[in-house]
């Protein structure tokens, strides 16, 4: 059975789209809201008569051009205002009052990756509760999970002040949901049912990875290139909370970890020397462009995945900070800046991610990969 996205699904419907052609619509999309022709939401939607008088885009912007955690301001494509739903402060990752006003219905098409920190679903989320009350109603275009949606690991968060824009509610860290999922799971614990419709994937096989579906992967930020760097990611995005490169200013982000204080010969043998598995871990030496280290000569490793049913990547990835402090105590370090609009001093970023202060605390007090691991799974 030939799989057909929220959108595609939608475009078949004519009821959907006579009703829709007779109100005002806007669209929360990315660049990877295309149709198996790689034609984007936008463009489909105005071939079919409905075009969108506003515009919103996530993290990295509509256009999917920004880097992580930079600050978007407004623009105006063709006949349509563009709205940052990624601004300069927390309030700016919801659609304004005056910016609802303009519609009555809000399209939401966004790829997710799988991963309880990738921004997109909190986006879509946050998005509803304003519509709510604004009175505006939201129909997901749901995609499939890109990392199959049946695998869970790591655990929800423990503390609710630990809820943030890389989580904002209690979900597994690798959930095994589409972001419709989750959005409507949160509709009804919030009694918004109301004001969502979700259009579900039809033909997708829950076990398949995106490179199994029948068109392919679209990034859908800039440092997600490939299905491989989405399969690492939920252990991947961690590095981000350490001062590790995560391979930002390489062509291979998340699978590229590194330091210049780093022998990666030693970390690739300590790691292979763990319980865990489903990877090699190869020693590189890698010069990220911009970002952490840049210009620098670093050394470290690239994983590569050979067995995605045996590969736990959080647990990975906990290990390479396990093992990247061991060797070298006095140069490995966290994350001091503002991360995601939380302030250090309120919450560190590792704790953010982790959904719980212990992973941080056994990791400095020098905790076996088992401990460490122990702490989120």
């Known amino acids: 059975m030939t799989m057909l996205v929220g959108l595609e699904v939608l475009l078949g419907d004519s009821s959907r789209l006579s009703e829709l052609r007779r109100t005002r619509v806007g669209l929360l999309a990315h660049p990877a809201s295309v149709d198996r022709r790689m034609v984007h939401a936008l ?19 509509y256009g999917g051009a920004a880097q992580d955690m930079a600050h978007i301001g407004d623009a105006q494509q063709e006949d349509a205002r563009v709205v940052s739903l990624y601004g300069d402060r927390y309030e700016r990752l919801s659609p304004q009052p005056d910016e609802l006003a303009e519609i009555d219905v809000l399209l939401v098409d966004l790829q997710d990756v799988g991963a309880r920190y990738y921004t997109f679903v909190w986006t879509a989320l946050l998005a509803l509760r304003a519509a709510a009350k604004a009175g505006v109603r939201v129909i997901v275009l749901d995609r499939p999970n890109p990392i199959d949606g049946i695998t869970v690991e790591g655990r929800p968060h423990e503390e609710e002040r630990l809820r943030s824009f890389v989580g904002l509610e209690p979900i597994p860290i690798r959930h095994g949901k ?21 259009i579900d994937v039809r033909g997708w096989e829950r076990a398949r990875y995106a490179d199994a579906w029948d068109r392919p992967f679209v990034m859908p930020s ?13 252990g991947g995005c961690l590095i981000e909370a350490t001062n590790l490169s995560e391979g930002r200013g390489t062509t291979r982000p998340f699978e590229i970890v590194g330091a210049p204080f780093l022998d990666g010969t030693r970390l690739a043998r300590e790691l292979h020397e763990t319980e865990l598995d489903g990877f090699r871990a190869r020693p590189i030496t890698f010069e990220p462009t911009f ?25 990975t990835y906990l290990a390479i900070l396990v093992l990247a402090r061991a060797q070298a105590p006095e140069r490995f370090g966290l994350r001091t800046e503002v991360y995601e609009y939380v302030d250090p001093k309120d919450a560190e970023a590792l704790d953010l991610l982790c959904g719980t202060t212990a992973t941080r605390l056994a990791l400095l007090s020098g905790a076996s990969v088992r401990d460490v691991v122990a702490t989120v799974a």
């Open 43 to 61: 463009d489909r939607l105005r071939e079919a008569g409905i075009s969108p008088r506003v515009l919103f885009g996530p993290e990295h912007g």
């Open 291 to 315: 970002q952490k280290h840049a210009r620098a000569s670093c050394g470290g490793i690239f994983l590569h995945v050979v067995d995605r049913a045996r590969f736990r990547p959080v647990a």
């Open 222 to 234: 800039p440092n997600m290139p490939t299905i491989e760097t989405a399969v690492v990611y939920p």
């Open 178 to 198: 589409t972001l419709g999922e989750i959005v409507s799971a949160r509709a009804r614990a919030e009694g918004l049912e109301g004001s969502l419709e979700v």
